[in-house]
């Protein structure tokens, strides 16, 4: 079964950092990108990576402070996020593509999100 099963969200104080999982069932080659949404806003694109491993990020949300990094032993793509602020508070997904995208309808496997509150 061709699935994304994402992990590693939690509650953290503001400052502090953690590292979200994406592991993959099948399509193992694909991009990978990280979205976010919370409540009441549309989701946003957050980070992602190309199956040859460029990745890219958006400026206002991750840049700079958020890494994504594949690990193809483990078909699974990590988001490290450092020096977290109160307003990364949301629910994490990852998403697969054949070709990597920015926007949220390019991505047509979905996981089922892990939750990420970060308290001030």
């Known amino acids: 079964q061709v699935q994304l099963v994402e992990s590693g969200g939690g509650l953290v104080q503001a400052g502090n950092s953690l590292k979200l999982s994406c592991r993959a069932s099948?399509?193992?080659?694909?991009?990978i990108g990280w979205f976010r949404q919370a409540p009441g806003r549309e989701r946003e694109f957050v980070a992602a990576i190309s199956g040859s491993d460029s990745p890219t990020y958006n400026p206002l949300s991750a840049q700079g402070r958020f890494t994504i990094a594949r690990d193809n032993a483990k078909n699974t793509v990590y988001l490290q996020m450092n020096n977290l602020k109160p307003e990364d508070t949301a629910v994490y997904f990852c998403a697969a593509a054949r070709v990597m995208s920015r926007t949220a309808d390019g991505y047509d496997l979905w996981g089922q999100g892990t939750q990420v509150t970060v308290s001030s």
């Open positions: 099948g399509r193992t080659s694909d991009a």
